[in-house]
């Protein structure tokens, strides 16, 4: 709920400013980055002879366009502020709709996220984008009643459904939990994406 509520007083502050508006992706490329540092085997990819890690997270971010999904990436997201990845995530989304991606801007990566919030799917389970190892699936944030100890008994609260796809091979069901434990950490606590 933190996350999406700091997004949201973020990007009321922005508007009108000509500046920037951050998206509800640009809050998950920064904690997919950050989380990808905390568990960095999951920041990996199957080389047929040898696992190959990475030290810095460059994350493909599907798009769609009249041609057919593309991916293009946010280079050394885990150096980039929240401004900077919307700038380039601007620009690369513009580019890609235009059709003008260099290969060097979609071929590579090191992890995908597949965003159809937008589309207002609830939930999803995407394919894998080889030869990385995982790609994270985000469905459409969604008010929810949850449980509190209050007069009422509930709280409503904004929560999304993700889920992420590994290869087994690379990133087995105890290090993808490792790493959607640190993502659900980030986003609950946002501030902590400015450190």
């Not at 937008?118 to 995982?134: D, E, K, L, R």
Request: aromatic share 8%.
């Amino acid at each position: 709920k933190q996350w999406y509520q700091r997004r949201v007083a973020i990007t009321a502050g922005s508007e009108g400013t000509g500046k920037f508006k951050l998206s509800v992706t640009d809050f998950l490329i920064k904690a997919s980055s950050k989380a990808l540092l905390d568990v960095p085997a999951a920041n990996s990819q199957w080389a047929d002879t040898c696992i190959r890690q990475f030290h810095n997270t460059d994350i493909s971010v599907a798009v769609a366009t009249d041609s057919g999904l593309i991916t293009p990436i946010v280079f050394t997201a885990n150096n980039k502020g929240l401004r900077q990845i919307n700038s380039d995530m601007n620009e690369l989304k513009n580019k890609a709709v235009e059709g003008k991606l260099q290969p060097n801007e979609f071929q590579g990566g090191t992890f995908t996220i597949s965003n159809l919030g937008m589309m207002g799917i609830q939930h999803f389970t995407a394919v894998i984008n080889p030869p990385q190892s995982c790609i994270l699936a985000v469905g459409a944030p969604q008010k929810k009643m949850v449980p509190a100890d209050n007069e009422k008994g509930f709280v409503v609260q904004t929560v999304m459904n993700v889920s992420l796809s590994c290869d087994h091979r690379v990133v087995d069901g105890a290090v993808g939990a490792q790493w959607l434990d640190s993502f659900k950490a980030y986003l609950e606590k946002p501030l902590n994406l400015l450190l």
